[in-house]
């Protein structure tokens, strides 16, 4: 499937910049030291119990760090203390076998952000002599790092008063000043402020707090404004447009792909899976091969195509195994799924980085993505 979920998100620095010069005059004169003020008495009060929170060895910040891009913290709990467990340092992590490396991150989803991780704990032990860089400038160089998760670990290991800028900081900056623009449409201003903002000797505890203001209190759909410590500067509440804001981009419905996949089977009982190239969204993880639906074409006679074209073979299209329907962040998938029975040709990957026949119990040792894993728990549990 090498070419159906490699579309990349839009390019936000795209849209049409917004008249802001009102707003801006407005945030000037925001109670900066009292915002600084309560939401730290309510930060030592009422902050979260993390496992990560006040751990000072950047390589464990770091890789919470990246496991919460895009991820919630329950999700990102048991995760982080595998990986810990399977490479307690970063000479542990640049040493590790690539596959193993994506078999911990397996079911974690976005997938570049483990093979950054990866290339870059590479990067550290030989450029670094295996420590974390300490200045914004460094740390930006490294795969994988922006300047949200910069600012992250560095406030959090080195207590610098650098600003963040993620989906939780953002809503609540709009809310509190009441943007009147979509954030991605702010995205300069937006910096500017929560710069402005960030106590310049309590850097750590600041992102900390409002990252927890965030999560906890300033929620996306029900914010629980009556237990905020911003409530009266607070514009959105003041004028009781909190569950309006952030404005939102007006969103077309997600493309639909229809893809057919083969679990062909050899006369010894294998199944032939492949890995995808290094790039993309699910670059080097394992998938049974297939690909998309052209025109009004068959799933069957998609899914014989596909494979003359990936894997240079023919195949029989048997029965049907299941259909998934899947959600990336910017399509909808639906697979169609088939046993098929290998007739000749010797498999190559001519779309991928590898081919192997794999025993059936021996699918779970490879990194699959999630939906896959879905045809793995068919196929185990099926009857044939
Ligand atoms: S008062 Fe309500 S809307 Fe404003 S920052 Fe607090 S929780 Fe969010």
Same mark, same amino acid.
């Given at each position: 499937?090498?070419?159906?979920?490699?579309?990349?998100?839009?390019?936000?620095?795209?849209?049409?910049?917004?008249?802001?010069?009102?707003?801006?005059?407005?945030?000037?004169?925001?109670?900066?030291?009292?915002?600084?003020?309560?939401?730290?008495?309510?930060?030592?009060?009422?902050?979260?119990?993390?496992?990560?929170?006040?751990?000072?060895?950047?390589?464990?910040?770091?890789?919470?760090?990246?496991?919460?891009?895009?991820?919630?913290?329950?999700?990102?709990?048991?995760?982080?203390?595998?990986?810990?467990?399977?490479?307690?340092?970063?000479?542990?992590?640049?040493?590790?076998?690539?596959?193993?490396?994506?078999?911990?991150?397996?079911?974690?989803?976005?997938?570049?952000?483990?093979?950054?991780?990866?290339?870059?704990?590479?990067?550290?032990?030989?450029?670094?002599?295996?420590?974390?860089?300490?200045? @914004?400038?460094?740390? !930006?160089?490294? &795969?994988?790092? $922006? #300047?949200?998760?910069?600012?992250? /670990?560095?406030?959090?290991? %080195?207590?610098?008063?650098?600003?963040?800028?993620?989906?939780?900081?953002?809503?609540?900056?709009?809310?509190?000043?009441?943007?009147?623009?979509?954030?991605?449409?702010?995205?300069?201003?937006?910096?500017? @402020?929560?710069?402005? !903002?960030?106590? &310049?000797?309590? $850097? #750590?505890?600041?992102?900390?707090? /409002?990252?927890?203001?965030? %999560?906890?209190?300033?929620?996306?759909?029900?914010?629980?404004?009556?237990?905020?410590?911003?409530?009266?500067?607070?514009?959105?509440?003041?004028?009781?447009?909190?569950?309006?804001?952030?404005?939102?981009?007006?969103?077309?419905? !997600?493309?639909?792909?229809?893809? $057919?996949?083969?679990?062909?089977?050899?006369?010894?009982?294998?199944?032939?899976?492949?890995?995808?190239?290094?790039?993309?969204?699910?670059?080097?993880?394992?998938?049974?091969?297939?690909?998309?639906?052209?025109?009004?074409?068959?799933?069957?006679?998609?899914?014989?195509?596909?494979?003359?074209?990936? !894997?240079?073979?023919?195949?029989?299209?048997?029965?049907?195994?299941?259909?998934?329907?899947?959600?990336?962040?910017?399509?909808?998938?639906?697979?169609?799924?088939?046993?098929?029975?290998?007739?000749?040709?010797?498999?190559?990957?001519?779309?991928?980085?590898?081919?192997?026949?794999?025993?059936?119990?021996?699918?779970?040792?490879?990194?699959?993505?999630?939906?896959?894993?879905?045809?793995?728990?068919?196929?185990?549990?099926?009857?044939?």
């Amino acid at each position: 499937m090498a070419s159906t979920v490699s579309r990349k998100p839009p390019n936000r620095r795209n849209l049409p910049p917004a008249d802001l010069s009102h707003w801006q005059r407005d945030c000037q004169a925001l109670p900066i030291e009292m915002l600084r003020r309560s939401l730290l008495q309510w930060y030592s009060a009422q902050g979260r119990t993390l496992p990560w929170r006040g751990e000072t060895d950047p390589y464990r910040v770091w890789v919470s760090e990246i496991m919460l891009q895009q991820t919630q913290v329950k999700t990102v709990i048991p995760y982080y203390h595998r990986w810990l467990a399977a490479f307690p340092t970063v000479a542990d992590l640049a040493q590790a076998d690539r596959q193993q490396v994506l078999k911990l991150w397996e079911g974690l989803g976005y997938y570049a952000r483990c093979r950054h991780l990866h290339q870059a704990a590479q990067i550290i032990v030989t450029e670094y002599g295996g420590q974390f860089p300490t200045t @914004l400038e460094d740390v !930006l160089t490294l &795969p994988g790092i $922006g #300047r949200t998760t910069a600012g992250g /670990i560095l406030s959090a290991i %080195a207590n610098q008063p650098l600003a963040i800028l993620d989906g939780n900081v953002k809503r609540v900056l709009a809310r509190l000043t009441a943007l009147p623009v979509p954030p991605a449409r702010a995205l300069g201003p937006l910096w500017e @402020l929560s710069s402005q !903002l960030i106590d &310049p000797n309590h $850097g #750590r505890d600041f992102n900390q707090a /409002i990252m927890d203001l965030g %999560a906890t209190v300033c929620l996306p759909k029900q914010p629980l404004c009556l237990l905020c410590p911003w409530r009266s500067p607070c514009l959105a509440h003041t004028q009781n447009l909190q569950t309006q804001l952030p404005m939102r981009e007006a969103t077309a419905p !997600l493309p639909h792909k229809n893809i $057919g996949v083969a679990v062909i089977q050899n006369d010894q009982g294998q199944v032939l899976i492949d890995r995808r190239k290094e790039e993309g969204l699910l670059g080097g993880l394992w998938e049974f091969p297939g690909g998309k639906l052209e025109g009004d074409e068959t799933v069957q006679a998609c899914i014989q195509r596909e494979i003359r074209e990936e !894997l240079g073979i023919e195949i029989e299209v048997g029965d049907h195994l299941i259909t998934l329907d899947h959600a990336y962040t910017h399509f909808r998938i639906t697979l169609n799924v088939h046993y098929c029975r290998h007739l000749r040709g010797t498999p190559q990957p001519l779309e991928s980085q590898e081919v192997r026949w794999v025993a059936l119990d021996a699918l779970r040792d490879y990194p699959f993505p999630k939906a896959n894993g879905k045809i793995i728990d068919a196929l185990l549990g099926g009857d044939r």
